[in-house]
């Protein structure tokens, strides 16, 4: 392994770490201290909007240290990915988005909702990009 590899590797540790940390804490609602998951697939929307502002919010006032956004779209409405975004950076705790489970991706819109939390990870066979026309 070359001294480039070596750092990298080392550089990746406290996220992947990290990640793994918040992945076996997996739990919906909750008590203080659990980081909470929400469970998001389909097309970007008003209603996927909601559920996000809401779940952050309902996590906060829990008392729950970060918010994991488990992500798996096609993408979808302008005007619904700029609410989640928004939401994301008025979050009062960290957001990540973890693209995943193998296979999925968060693709158009989706691409923008994962560049816009505090961390983001993908699953491996995962993909993510927007295209414009």
């Known amino acids: 392994m070359s001294t480039v590899d070596r750092r990298r590797v080392i550089r990746l540790l406290p996220l992947v770490a990290g990640l793994l940390l918040l992945l076996g804490s997996l739990a919906r609602g909750a008590e203080p201290g659990t980081v909470v998951v929400l469970p998001t697939k389909g097309i970007v929307d008003q209603v996927m909007a909601g559920y996000l502002r809401d779940g952050i919010a309902s996590a906060a006032a829990d008392g729950a ?14 005007d619904s990915t700029r609410e989640i975004v928004q939401s994301f950076l008025d979050a009062p705790l960290p957001v990540m988005v973890w693209v995943g489970p193998a296979g999925a991706r968060a693709a158009s819109a989706g691409t923008f909702i994962t560049l816009s ?4 990870s ?11 026309y």
Request: hydrophobic share 50%; net charge negative.
């Open 117 to 120: 939390a505090h961390v983001a």
């Open 65 to 78: 240290p970060a918010v994991v956004i488990q992500l798996d779209t096609p993408g979808g409405s302008l």
């Open 122 to 132: 993908m699953a491996p066979s995962t993909n993510i990009g927007a295209a414009t």
